[in-house]
């Protein structure tokens, strides 16, 4: 993750990318819900839970690009967009691990990594940096996690199906994970960075 500024080019809240956005916030409970159906005895909604994560990626994908070319970025904006993937993420590891489907050990290591990366936000602001931008490594790492959840979703049943579902879900995640690790800590080492320049220029 790179630690820059980016230019605010409006104040407006109301813009598409930011409606695209709080869209994608609205659909975090509703497939938190979906995912937990069959837990509290409803019926399977795991095609309707696939549903919204799908249009959730597009909506990311057309907030961020429509903010650029529109000239829409925002303070609000930048909150939004990670704000939403992490929900999505955070859902998905409570969804897959309460149905058994993800180990707890996968879900505590992702878990980790995001309450490191809070710790880190505030010492940035402790030290007047803004919060940090997600840079390629931490954009992949969410690409591979955004694609293993649904996979391993669909590998909850028999046959050839989620049998495929599972090798490429598993592949994903392995992935994912490892480059969520690998962001962080290169992160973690920017923070201490310019930690001790501050330190130094006191």
């Known amino acids: 993750m790179e630690v820059q500024e980016t230019r605010v080019q409006t104040d407006r809240v109301l813009t598409i990318p930011n409606i695209l956005s709080m869209a994608r916030l609205v659909g975090v409970p509703l497939f938190l819900w979906l995912i937990l159906r069959p837990v509290f005895g409803g019926p399977n909604s795991d095609g309707w839970a696939l549903l919204v994560l799908a249009l959730s990626g597009v909506s990311d994908y057309l907030d961020g690009k429509l903010a650029r070319r529109w000239n829409q970025i925002s303070n609000l904006g930048r909150l939004l967009d990670p704000a939403a993937d992490r929900l999505y993420i955070l859902s998905t590891l409570v969804g897959l691990t309460w149905r058994e489907i993800l180990p ?72 994912g994970t490892t480059l969520y690790w690998w962001a962080g800590i290169l992160y973690v080492v920017q923070v201490r960075r310019l930690v001790k320049a501050d330190e130094a220029a006191d």
């Not at 931008?133 to 293993?148: I, S």
């Open 104 to 175: 707890i050990w996968l879900t505590a290591a992702l878990v980790a990594r995001e309450l490191m990366l809070l710790v880190m936000v505030g010492i940035l602001r402790r030290h007047g940096y803004p919060p940090p931008q997600v840079n390629f490594l931490g954009k992949a790492a969410t690409f591979n996690l955004m694609y293993a959840f649904p996979l391993l979703l669909l590998s909850d049943g028999s046959g050839w199906l989620p049998s495929l579902a599972t090798i490429f879900g598993w592949a994903f995640t392995g992935w």
